[in-house]
């Protein structure tokens, strides 16, 4: 199983991105999905999942900002990120909780200026 995420980068508050996570070895209809953060300080902490049927959960930070999807036919899971605010700011990792185990992609910076 491998995930790349990629994405992120340098916006300024209010803005948009769309991190992407391609992945192998990763059965989107049996496995969950999801995106932390380790933002300055902290620890790393869940901010979305996908469920193998779709269903979505956010945390209370992100709700009705940021978007949890995938595309079964290109093994890609994103975040669209809205509305970025500069406590947005942090290191994005995508992760997939699979029967063999748990896996995480490299982290992808994104920058919020204010």
């Known amino acids: 199983v491998q995930l790349q995420a990629s994405g992120g980068g340098l916006v300024q508050a209010g803005g948009s991105l769309r991190l992407s996570c391609a992945t192998s070895?990763?059965?989107?209809?049996?496995?969950?999905l999801g995106w932390y953060r380790r933002v300055p300080g902290k620890q790393r902490e869940l901010i979305t999942y996908?469920?193998?049927?779709?269903?979505?959960n956010y945390d209370n930070s992100v709700k009705g900002r940021f978007t949890i999807s995938r595309d079964n036919t290109k093994n890609t899971m994103y975040l669209q990120m809205d509305s970025l605010k500069p406590e947005d700011t942090g290191v994005y990792y995508c992760?997939?909780?699979?029967?063999?185990?748990?896996?995480w992609g490299q982290g992808t910076l994104v920058t919020v200026s204010s």
């Open positions: 992760y997939a909780n699979t029967d063999t185990g748990g896996y």
């Open positions: 070895g990763v059965i989107f209809t049996v496995d969950v």
């Open positions: 996908i469920a193998s049927d779709g269903s979505t």
